[in-house]
């Protein structure tokens, strides 16, 4: 028999951006870029494969990928050959680009990323089929899309990493991290709150009773559909009291061990180990 490794065919959904809040919390891009770092880095080391919705350019994360990725290509997973990241991209990303872009970009990601284009409703495009000249959304094509995309990335993960996110000046129905972590937990899917780096993520904990509310609490449109959630909602494998340690901690190495020990409590719960 083969050997695997401990997360071996699970999928993983990273929801990361900038937030507000870093500066003042004395956190830049480069920490935003060393959480990315290290949680991908020990995701794939467990033989995980990432899932990421948007332009994985953002932030320099096509570098940092590309160099995980390559580094830590499960070798010991004979016969899975598939790569180690998968990117979708909503209808209103990429057409809003040449479509000649978006083919370097699948390109230049190849053996390393699988990048799939989806229409408006969510299925794939063909990169080859992407219309010539880029495109002008509107908003309601935005909310859409990203909707969709979102509704994707829930059906493909396992589980979902949440960190940071801004609250104001996105687009789409609501902030995307929301939208991304509401729709994780109402699919019952293993959700991870990393709520050091504030935004979003330290909003969803704080609705979901991990955190004490802030004492002037910003509203933004989609923050009161988590009021039906609470700590168990998570999923995730860890107690009670780790998952308020995970939403606390500023130490992207603490934070790391805590999702790993959660998904391999998980991992082991499915195979009648724990």
């Known amino acids: 028999m083969s050997y695997q490794e401990p997360l071996s065919r699970k999928a993983v959904a990273i929801s990361i951006s900038e937030s507000a809040d870093m500066a003042v919390l004395g956190l830049a891009e480069e920490h935003l870029r060393d959480a990315m770092a290290e949680v991908a880095r020990h995701l794939l080391a467990m033989g995980a494969r990432l899932i990421y919705g948007g332009d994985l350019r953002a932030y320099g994360f096509t570098e940092l990928l590309l160099e995980l990725v390559a580094r830590h290509r499960r070798d010991a997973d004979v016969g899975d050959e598939r790569p180690g990241v998968v990117s979708y991209l909503p209808w209103p990303v990429h057409s809003s680009k040449p479509a000649g872009e978006v083919r370097t970009l699948a390109k230049d990601l190849a053996g390393i990323a699988e990048v799939h284009c989806l229409d408006r409703q969510g ?152």
């Not at 933004?220 to 107690?239: E, K, V």
Request: hydrophobic fraction near 45%; charged fraction near 25%; include cysteine.
């Open 123 to 274: 299925r794939d495009i063909p990169v080859d089929a992407l219309a010539p000249e880029p495109a002008t959304p509107t908003d309601k094509e935005w909310a859409d899309g990203l909707t969709a995309m979102r509704a994707v990335l829930t059906d493909t993960a396992d589980a979902r990493v949440v960190l940071g996110g801004r609250v104001s000046g996105y687009k789409g129905r609501m902030p995307g991290i929301a939208e991304e972590t509401l729709f994780a937990l109402q699919a019952g899917q293993p959700v991870f709150l990393l709520g050091g780096f504030g935004g979003c993520a330290r909003d969803i904990a704080e609705e979901l009773k991990l955190l004490a509310p802030n004492a002037a609490p910003l509203a933004w449109p989609g923050r009161d559909a988590f009021d039906g959630f609470d700590t168990s909602s998570l999923n995730n494998g860890l107690t009670e009291e780790e998952n308020r340690t995970l939403v606390r901690t500023a130490h992207v190495d603490e934070a790391v061990a805590l999702i790993l020990r959660g998904l391999l409590r998980l991992a082991g719960r499915s195979a009648g180990t724990a």
